[in-house]
């Protein structure tokens, strides 16, 4: 157990309070995992979460990162223990209480987690966690649960400044560290009075925006802003590609044990094409957002299964150097649309760029080295790099083919609403040197 949980357990003993969610030893790289909200919202049961936990295992996504079952909204009974005043699940939706499912799920090698809110009720009308957090956090270590999402809706008014945010989810942060026990706090606000500078103190992840829907560009009014700096109305329905532009100005906040988090995942839900779902869990990956899937588990095409277990992709998640990547240039293209340059740092000298293409039709583009590797300087941007398609798999079946040696620029054709994702490292100087893709 992290030193940091038993350090805020006495000080909690002697009426103090500690704010070190990001030290808490967890999400040391972005957490992985599935949520039950994107399918089944309020619909949720025991047999559903647990048939979830046991797909996740019998597909093997264990073995790529996967690791957290989370049990969104509506979980909760119609009130509080009229005692203890603590929390209860529906008996007929969980005959065998939170901690008997979690017994289950962690019997599977899992972890387990569960979802409050910073309000009077959670966003599906139940009771929330406002005045609560002590209460609560004690009972969720009792229920052995490992992961709380916390969201925001209901709050009574106190939002409006990073200071007043901070204090009503710092609560949570100190009831939860308090208990002695290790629970990633994933702090859900949607952005609202920039978590990205408040949150890394006391929580491993924040979400930057309203919630996603399962649309690649689709403009919705009830995700109005085009800008997550001085957001106000956050919303929902926000595309896929909105949300991209929102992560993109404040993705440097993110460090190991804290990040951004652009929202549960729709691959596989049926709203996006082949491309465009790859395009969604390259970000999502380079960007270093927890990966959690929201689809069902139980009931996934083979597509969909090659998508979330590219372990090339996944590896630049879940990169040491914990890094997300940047967006080194956007420009709108005539048909519509707009091209987009990415480039990040990993591990060892190895680099990962990625161009999308977010209009209706093929383009290409001359991908220049100086853009590319404009942060490293000039000695990078002259160098020949090798260069390895994380969407193509090489003759011994694994994804990352060696496509070939670049200096200076390099000529790459691009369908509609694709990502090309490379990762590259210094050439050898004996390499033979391409120009196009």
């Given amino acids: 157990m992290p030193p940091i949980l038993h350090y805020a357990t006495l000080l909690s003993a002697l009426g103090l309070s500690v704010v070190h969610a990001m030290d808490n030893g967890l999400a040391i790289t972005p957490q992985m995992g599935w949520n039950t909200w994107n ?17 996740l295992v019998a597909n093997n ?50 972890k387990f987690g569960i979802y409050s809110d910073a309000g ?4 599906g009308g139940k009771f929330g966690s406002l005045g609560f957090e002590e209460i609560d956090a004690k009972t969720y270590a009792e229920w052995e ?21 901070f204090d009503r989810y710092a609560n949570m942060s100190n009831a939860l560290n308090a208990t002695g026990r290790p629970i990633l706090f994933s702090l859900c606000n949607w952005g609202e009075d920039g978590p990205w500078n408040f949150a890394p103190t006391i929580a491993n992840s924040w979400r930057i925006s309203g919630d996603i829907m399962d649309s690649f560009d689709r403009f919705d009014e009830r995700c109005p802003c085009t800008s997550v700096i001085d957001c106000t109305y956050a919303g929902f329905h926000c595309a896929m590609t909105r949300i991209i532009d929102f992560a993109a100005p404040v993705l440097q906040k993110a460090r190991k044990g804290a990040w951004n988090d652009l929202d549960i995942m729709e691959v596989g839900q049926g709203g996006m094409n082949f491309d465009e779902y790859v395009t969604h869990f390259t970000f999502w990956s380079m960007l270093k957002s927890p990966l959690i899937l929201g689809m069902d588990l139980t009931n996934m095409s083979n597509e969909t299964l090659s998508i979330i277990t590219n372990d090339a992709v996944i590896a630049l998640n879940q990169d040491d150097a914990g890094s997300p990547a940047n967006r080194m240039w956007k420009r709108d293209v005539s048909d519509g649309g707009n091209l987009q340059l990415w480039q990040g740092s990993l591990v060892n000298n190895t680099f990962v760029i990625a161009l999308l293409n977010t209009s209706p039709k093929e383009q290409t583009v001359e991908v220049d080295f100086y853009d590319a590797f404009f942060d490293q300087g000039k000695a990078y941007q002259q160098m020949s ?4 398609d994380l969407w193509q798999k090489d003759s011994q079946g694994k994804w990352g083919k060696n496509i070939g040696t670049f200096q200076g620029s390099m000529k790459v054709t691009i369908g509609t609403h694709q990502t090309k994702v490379w990762r590259a490292v210094p050439a050898p100087s004996n390499s033979t040197r391409r120009e196009e893709l």
């Fill in 145 to 165: 649960i490992d992961y709380l999402k916390y969201d925001n809706c209901f709050n009574e008014g106190r939002s409006g400044t990073p200071k007043i945010s």
């Fill in 61 to 110: 996504l264990t073995q790529f990162g996967y690791e957290y079952v989370l049990m969104d909204d509506c979980w909760h009974a119609d009130s509080r223990d009229p005692d203890t005043g603590a929390p209860r699940a529906d008996p007929t939706k969980f005959p065998d209480g939170i901690k008997g499912v979690a017994d289950q799920i962690h019997a599977l090698g899992l």
């Fill in 385 to 388: 790099w090798q260069l390895s």
């Fill in 39 to 55: 399918h089944f919202g309020c619909g949720i049961s025991q047999d559903i979460v647990v048939d979830a936990a046991k797909a």
């Fill in 120 to 123: 009077m009720y959670t966003c």
